[in-house]
């Protein structure tokens, strides 16, 4: 589910007393002050359905503000273009804006410009995961607030900490604070904002499994959106019912639910909800065992989000269409997704991975620049030192004894100072170091499971073609004879091993080495064997990727154990796994 923030501290005005051509009639004929009015409106009107003219409305608007000093005006609509940004997920550019929102309705005493400001931030630093950043946003509103006496103010800023915790996975948290704003919104019968709640908490309420009170604040949350006509909304509630419904095996009620949601975020142009919508149609369809309607959703849902590379989306649809074609017998498609699902997830990891290590080497970088700070200022206060030994030399011994004493423990301290950083540095190592081995240990199991799962398909498209050759004669029976070959040698191809041995050594850099001084004369196959034990491999997983049977595999094992010159009572699993 595409998560949904409060929307807190917009300075947006969402009435609209005029329509739009006739917006659009002032901003080319009226006066400046005018002009800047109806441009707000327009940009208010296009802020979701049509983002670019949003934002064509604000900057020329906010130009106009600027050339004619309505500092009123330029500051709301900064506000404006920092939300806006933050909505498109440009943070960092968001952040710089309603910085300077800030500092400009700071020094025209704007009060309420500074809230909406500073609300944003909060936003701004939530969406990025600078929780402690955005708690003393959050904290700087509710004290501004308080002196105000403003009831509403406080619960946007509840609402929000309720945000937070959510972002944090502190889900009791979050829904407590949903609770103390969705109180104070109803004392001043904003029932708006108190439906967005509801179906905020809905979702929590449902990964707490706590099926019924979702269901109940959805249901009391859409026909608030419905009486409004928030569309949006009205259809993300939808969509919770649909997922409770999948929940309660109410397949039908669920699949009604999840066409109405999918009309309306079509109407509004929602890319991700249209292809979130399609999965949960899919798994609708799945679950009736109506495997084409399925298809034909995740086939929708996969080219809606390969034009937008959402990597971690396409990892689990793919998965989805190769369970999909597996029900259907459809072998190839099958085959074809496997890998697709193995790339995006090797895609995911690795994104995951690089931003970690990114964060390890910034990390590092920084104890570098601060250890040099530290020297060069280490360096400076030596030379200062010295410059006085030098001017006062002549004073008295006492004296220089005493400079002496300190520049001895100052020169300690520093030292002490120094050891403690390289140490971090050495944790910072090798914790990248352990990172690496890791990341390393998941593309070899990777790689095997992948090796494992060809096995199986072309170890049953060989049987399906063998199946059929008995029952034809002639140049298709000769055809097929042909094919099974090919499949037979893709079974038996070295290119995964070799590719395998790589990734395995990565890891495991002297295990063949050492047994092989067990026993020289150990054969591919029984190399090839130890290596998958060592893995702590199944004797199931290691049928399917050698191509054997479960006997066999038993069987190579005894062999093994023999040429490694066991005695009776050792494990071959325990003492593979020791080397």
């Not at 095996?249 to 249209?274: E, G, N, P, W």
């Not at 601060?370 to 030379?383: C, F, G, M, V, Y």
């Not at 060989?462 to 042909?482: F, M, Y």
Request: hydrophobic share 35%.
């Amino acid at each position: 589910m595409k998560k949904m923030f409060l929307i807190l501290f917009l300075n947006l005005s969402l009435t609209y007393a005029q329509n739009i051509d006739s917006l659009k009639q002032i901003v080319r004929q009226a006066d400046n002050k005018s002009k800047v009015k109806a441009m707000i409106r327009l940009s208010n009107h296009y802020f979701y359905s049509k983002p670019d003219s949003a934002l064509f409305y604000i900057q020329k608007a906010l130009k106009l503000a600027r050339e004619q000093h309505y500092t009123k005006y330029e500051t709301k609509l900064m506000n404006s273009l920092g939300i806006f940004y933050n909505e498109q997920g440009n943070y960092k550019k968001a952040k710089e804006i309603l910085d300077q929102t800030y500092k400009l309705a700071t020094e025209n005493a704007d009060t309420l410009s500074m809230i909406s400001a500073l609300g944003n931030l909060g936003n701004n630093r939530l969406h990025v995961g600078k929780f402690d950043e955005a708690i003393n946003y959050y904290t700087r509103i509710a004290g501004m607030y308080k002196k105000l006496g403003n009831i509403k103010g406080m619960a946007k800023v509840y609402g929000a900490m309720g945000n937070m915790y959510r972002e944090m996975h502190k889900n009791d948290k979050a829904l407590e604070y949903y609770k103390r704003s969705q109180e104070k919104f109803l004392k001043v019968q904003d029932t708006v904002s108190s439906a967005i709640l509801m179906l905020n908490s809905s979702f929590i309420l449902i990964k707490m499994n706590k099926i019924e009170q979702a269901e109940h604040n959805l249901q009391n949350a859409y026909q608030i959106f419905q009486r409004k006509h928030i569309n949006l909304n009205a259809a993300k509630c939808l969509e919770g019912l649909a997922k409770i419904n999948i929940k309660k095996k109410r397949y039908d009620k669920a699949l009604r639910y999840s066409l109405q949601s999918l009309d309306i975020f079509k109407k509004v142009h929602s890319k991700t909800d249209m292809s979130l919508n399609y999965s949960y149609l899919a798994k609708i369809y799945i679950a009736k065992k109506d495997y084409k309607n399925a298809e034909k959703y995740l086939l929708m849902a996969y080219r809606l989000d390969s034009t937008e590379h959402v990597y971690n989306r396409l990892e689990s649809i793919s998965e989805n269409l190769k369970k999909v074609y597996d029900s259907m017998g459809d072998i190839t498609n099958a085959y074809r997704y496997a890998n697709k699902y193995v790339t995006y997830h090797d895609s995911v990891y690795n994104i995951q991975a690089n931003k970690k290590f990114a964060e390890l080497e910034a990390k590092y970088e920084t104890a570098e620049k601060q250890h040099q700070i530290e020297q060069l200022e280490s360096k400076r206060k030596l030379d200062k030192a010295h410059f006085r030994i030098l001017l006062i030399s002549g004073i008295s011994l006492i004296l220089l004894l005493l400079i002496g004493s300190y520049i001895i423990v100052q020169k300690r301290k520093k030292q002490k100072e120094i050891a403690e950083l390289e140490l971090e540095k050495s944790r910072i190592r090798s914790q990248s170091l352990s990172e690496q081995l890791e990341l390393k240990n998941k593309q070899l199991t990777t790689h095997a499971l992948n090796m494992m799962q060809k096995n199986q398909l072309l170890s049953a498209l060989g049987n399906n073609l063998a199946d059929i050759a008995r029952e034809v004669e002639g140049q298709t029976k000769t055809k097929l004879k042909k094919l099974k070959r090919e499949v037979h040698h893709l079974l038996n191809s070295e290119k995964d091993w070799d590719t395998f041995k790589v990734y395995f050594e990565q890891v495991n850099k002297e295990f063949l080495q050492k047994i092989k001084q067990i026993n020289p004369e150990l054969t591919q196959t029984d190399l090839r064997l130890a290596t998958l034990l060592k893995l702590n491999m199944t004797n199931k997983e290691i049928g399917s990727i050698l191509n054997i049977t479960h006997q066999s595999v038993r069987n190579a094992q005894y062999r093994l154990k023999n040429k490694l010159a066991l005695a009776g009572d050792i494990d071959l699993r325990d003492f593979i796994g020791s080397l």
